[in-house]
């Protein structure tokens, strides 16, 4: 499910939530200014600090990505990739150049393009796992402010604290407001506790998790495009690519074994 990211963020929240009042607290009691200034303040600091404006900038935007991605379909990928080697078969290579332009996957394209041009297959398989690596690369570099975050947040938290509690230390002259500060001291944890664990690394893990699909889909295309550029019989690149796939989502029809894309290569 591409929203989640998010449901799981609002189960977490809302079960925090409930967990105060049925405490006997209020959420109005764990609203702290110096605490936030601290803690997410401070965390901001600090991340921008081990990362770059760039990538601050791009925090928004994963974010959304991280909850509204639609998942991928490997399936229709396959069945793209078998329409290309079932032509090229029939008419050969240079049959697909008026194709080439109207394919919507960049990744897809360059490597068509690379088979169509004539192009060495290492060389091909350099290109584009040079491609590739490149993409990992930029995922790796986008997912940082959130692991960094993640990190910091319970760290400052506790910095947040041991502050509060000096500040209480200093006043145990006045018995009557030790049990208030206390309690307001412990607020700087749970803010940096609770921001790391609920917005910071769950996003993190998501976009590792895409980038993952992602990675296994590339391959998959590498595999697709030099089987195509070796000619290769479009049942048995099917099958191939078949094994990228997850059980779960090949759809296989149990009658006969085979999925729809291996019956339309047949």
Do not use: W
């Not at 449901?7 to 009691?29: D, H, K, Q, R, Y």
């Not at 350099?126 to 997912?143: F, K």
């Not at 938290?157 to 006045?174: C, F, I, M, P, W």
């Amino acid at each position: 499910m591409k929203a989640a990211t998010a449901v799981g963020i609002a189960i977490a929240v809302i079960c925090m939530i409930m967990a105060i009042f049925i405490e006997g607290g209020s959420p109005l009691s764990m609203i702290n200014i110096p605490a936030a200034l601290i803690v997410l303040g401070g965390t901001l600091g600090v991340t921008l600090g081990s990362t770059s404006m760039e990538q601050m900038k791009a925090i928004p935007a994963l974010y959304k990505k991280s909850m509204s991605t639609e998942p991928i379909d490997y399936r229709a990928e396959i069945d793209r990739i078998v329409a290309f080697a079932e032509k090229a078969r029939r008419e050969g290579l240079l049959a697909l150049d008026a194709e080439v332009g109207q394919i919507e996957d960049d990744f897809l394209r360059k490597g068509m393009q690379l088979v169509v041009d004539g192009t060495d297959p290492e060389l091909v398989r350099e290109i584009l796992e040079a491609d590739l690596e490149g993409m990992e690369h930029r995922h790796r570099e986008a997912v940082q402010p959130f692991v960094q975050a993640g990190g910091f947040g319970p760290t400052l938290g506790v910095l947040g604290t041991v502050a509060s509690l000096v500040h209480v230390l200093e006043n145990l002259d006045k018995p009557e407001t030790l049990g208030h500060s206390i309690a307001g001291a412990f607020i700087a944890t749970l803010y940096g506790v609770g921001s790391a664990n609920v917005f910071y690394y769950p996003v993190a893990n998501r976009l590792k998790l895409l980038s993952g699909h992602e990675v296994l889909l590339k391959n998959m295309v590498i595999e697709g495009v030099l089987a195509i550029q070796a000619g290769e019989n479009p049942r048995i690149i099917a099958d191939r690519l078949m094994t990228f796939v997850p059980p779960a989502e090949r759809g296989e029809d149990k009658s006969s074994g085979d999925g729809p894309a291996l019956a339309e290569a047949a």
